[in-house]
C-alpha cells in the first residue's frame, strides 16, 4: 500500500527511457532469485526469476541481470511506460521457508 | 491475484481484542504463508504452512498463532492485538520454493 513506498529510494525516469533498479542480496547459499513489482494497494506481482546458474534472462521488456561475484542483482525494464510505476524489490530463495525480501525501489515514470 | 482470497481487506480493531485474518487459494497449493510488510523492512515471514495441519513459525511468529484445516484455507489469528501489530498482512501461496504468489493484502490497524 502507500505507506510501504514511503522512505524507499525512488528512481524517477522519463517515459521511454529504460529503467535499472538494482539489489544486493547476502546470502551465499540462495540460488534463486525473483523480481516483484507492488503497485499501491495490490500485493506483489512476480515480474521474471532467474537461477543462479544464470548470469541473464529476458522477458518481456525486462530483463535481469545477475552477478554472484558482487552479490548483485539488477532489474532492466526498457521503453519504461507509465504502467510501470510501482515499487520493485528483489527476493532471494535458499528454501520454501528461507525467503529474504528486499525492501524496495520506488519507481516513478515522468510522461 | 487469481486464486488466492484475503479477507477482510482492511480492518480497525482496538488494543487487546482478538482477530482472525483469513486466506483461501482455489490452487491446491501445498505451500501457504502469512506475512507483514512494514515501511522500512522487506516482507517479513509470520508463519507458514506445509500441508494440512502442519505449520511452523517464521522470523516475527510472536503474538501470531495459524491454523490450517483444509488445504485451501490458511488462518492467521492475533490472540490479542497491540499496536506494533498494524500493518499490512499478505498471504502467499506456492507448490514449491518457487513462484510465490500474493494476495492483495490486509490492512489492520490496532487502536
Known amino acids: 500500500g502507500e505507506s510501504v513506498g514511503l522512505h524507499l529510494p525512488t528512481l524517477s525516469v522519463q517515459e521511454g527511457d529504460n529503467s535499472i533498479i538494482n539489489c544486493a542480496y547476502s546470502?551465499?547459499?540462495?540460488?534463486?532469485f525473483i523480481w516483484y513489482k507492488q503497485e499501491s494497494g495490490k500485493g506483489p506481482q512476480f515480474i521474471i526469476d532467474?537461477?543462479?546458474?544464470?548470469d541473464k534472462r529476458q522477458g518481456q521488456r525486462v530483463t535481469v541481470l545477475l552477478n554472484k561475484t558482487v552479490k548483485h542483482l539488477s532489474l532492466q525494464i526498457a521503453a519504461t511506460q507509465p504502467g510501470d510505476s510501482a515499487v520493485y524489490f528483489c527476493?532471494?530463495?535458499?528454501?520454501?521457508?528461507?525467503?529474504?525480501f528486499g525492501t524496495g525501489t520506488k519507481l516513478q515514470v515522468i510522461p | 491475484d487469481a486464486g488466492i482470497t484475503q479477507s477482510p481487506r482492511h480492518k480497525v480493531t482496538e488494543t487487546g481484542t482478538p482477530v482472525t485474518l483469513r486466506c483461501h487459494q482455489t490452487?491446491?497449493?501445498?505451500?501457504m504463508y502469512w506475512y507483514r510488510q512494514d515501511p522500512g523492512h522487506g516482507l517479513r515471514l509470520i508463519h507458514y504452512?506445509?500441508?494440512?495441519?502442519?505449520?511452523d513459525k517464521g522470523e516475527v511468529s510472536d503474538g501470531y498463532s495459524v491454523s490450517r484445516s483444509k488445504t485451501e484455507d490458511f488462518l492467521l489469528t492475533l490472540e490479542s492485538a497491540t499496536s506494533s501489530q498494524t500493518s499490512v498482512y499478505f498471504c502467499?501461496?506456492?507448490?514449491?520454493?518457487?513462484?510465490?504468489?500474493f494476495g492483495s493484502g490486509t490492512r489492520l490497524t490496532v487502536v
Open positions: 502467499a501461496i506456492s507448490d514449491g520454493p518457487y513462484g510465490y504468489t
Open positions: 546470502n551465499s547459499a540462495s540460488d534463486y
Open positions: 532467474i537461477r543462479s546458474n544464470m
Open positions: 527476493a532471494e530463495v535458499e528454501s520454501y521457508q528461507k525467503v529474504t
Open positions: 490452487e491446491n497449493h501445498r505451500y
Open positions: 504452512s506445509y500441508g494440512v495441519k502442519d505449520t
